[in-house]
């Protein structure tokens, strides 16, 4: 993972597709196992070794493929490595 990379101090910053857009017509595409909610990336990493900052799923704007507008999701998360 990623997360391994991050330096003491380092802050570590995923922001991705949510596997609730899977379902909104916006055509994404691919395997569910590679959309993650905030919370399953969180509960990842190991509260001794990081400060979750944010682990949201935050909704913004978009088209979808029949030019209606919906509320997709992205996933993020901030976490701070600890020293």
């Known amino acids: 993972m990623l997360a ?6 380092g802050t ?3 922001v991705a597709h949510h596997p609730d857009d899977l ?3 916006v055509g994404r595409t691919g395997r569910l196992d ?7 990336l ?9 400060e ?3 682990a949201a799923a935050i909704g913004r704007s978009a088209t979808d493929l029949d030019g209606r507008p919906v509320t ?7 976490a701070v490595r600890r020293s």
């Open 12 to 14: 570590l910053l995923v």
């Open 34 to 40: 590679m959309f993650w909610s905030a919370e399953e």
């Open 23 to 25: 379902h909104a017509n």
């Open 42 to 50: 969180a509960a990842s990493l190991d509260p001794r070794d990081w």
């Open 72 to 78: 997709v999701k992205d996933t993020v998360l901030r």
């Open 4 to 9: 391994a990379a991050v330096r003491p101090g």
């Open 52 to 54: 979750i900052l944010v």
